[in-house]
């Protein structure tokens, strides 16, 4: 797996696969895909705007996901 | 007047007719200015959440529909979020007070009084009402303890009833269209 450039990202992308996400490689703008195990998703950026709302972003899509998780 | 000073506004808008999570659609979107912009799915929805910066809540707004939709022919907005009906909790997060004193207020036990009734019973314990309806009675009578925006509470509003008429309308027989055009006469849209 790539390693993301941006700090806030990588935490972001690490709180995730915590959670049981998968996060699958992307090209181009996308640098990959979040997912949970039912139903929510999320794109991560490679060079987001503002690297640091994009991670609060992600983080709080996660935190928010209403699905099961089996942990 | 001084220059307009630029704010960050926050909204999501949730799409259809297109795949927008695709690297197509993320790359068309990105070019089209749509960095500033997280995109994912709910339950099969499609979204793109907004921080985008402008002048005011609508220019925001409406730069965030015309970007999306000329980045991807076909997609169409669905809803636009916050969403303009709201909990007793989501009013108190909104205008950063206690529950217990939107409830007292609401109640008419303390204030003003005359704020709007609920516009939905969900069941026996949840009611809804709608935003733009408090985010007004807030304003008017000083009682939030942050700024609310009864004018982008009205515009939200009234686009998400916009989307819903579009997606209903295509559903119904045309006899029954004669009497959505006779509701919406009545309004500043009849021609």
């Known amino acids: 797996m790539r390693r993301h450039s941006d700090k806030d990202i990588r935490k972001a992308v690490k709180l995730a696969l915590e959670a049981k996400w998968t996060l699958e490689e992307g090209k181009g703008h996308r640098f990959g895909t979040l997912r ?25 899509t996660v935190l928010r996901c209403p699905h099961e998780t089996d942990s | 007047m001084s220059p307009a000073t630029k704010k960050t506004y926050t909204f999501t808008l949730f799409v259809q007719g297109a795949d927008v999570l695709s690297d197509d659609g993320l790359d068309a979107l990105f070019e089209a200015g749509c960095d500033d912009a997280t995109f994912g799915a709910r339950d099969g929805a499609q979204y793109g959440e907004f921080d985008r910066e402008a002048i005011s809540f609508s220019a925001a707004l409406s730069s965030a529909i015309h970007a999306m ?30 529950r217990e004193s939107i409830r007292l207020l609401a109640a008419e036990q303390r204030g003003p009084g005359g704020f709007p009734p609920p516009i939905a019973y969900v ?10 309806d408090v985010a007004h009675w807030l304003t008017a009578h000083d009682k939030a303890k942050v700024d609310v925006d009864p004018e982008a509470a009205d515009l939200v ?30 309004t500043r849209l009849a021609r």
């Open chain 1, 36 to 60: 949970c195990s039912d139903g929510c998703e999320v794109a991560v950026w490679s060079t987001p705007r503002n690297p640091t709302t994009h991670a609060k972003r992600i983080r709080e």
């Open chain 2, 69 to 98: 939709a000329s980045a991807l022919p076909g997609l169409e907005i669905v809803r636009v979020e916050p969403d303009d009906l709201v909990s007793m909790a989501t009013i108190a997060e909104r205008s950063r007070r206690s």
């Open chain 2, 123 to 132: 069941d026996q314990k949840t009611r809804l009402w709608h935003w733009p």
């Open chain 2, 157 to 186: 509003a009234a686009l998400n009833a916009a989307y819903d008429l579009r997606e209903h309308t295509r559903r119904l027989p045309k006899a029954a269209l004669a009497l959505i055009d006779e509701a919406l006469s009545a």
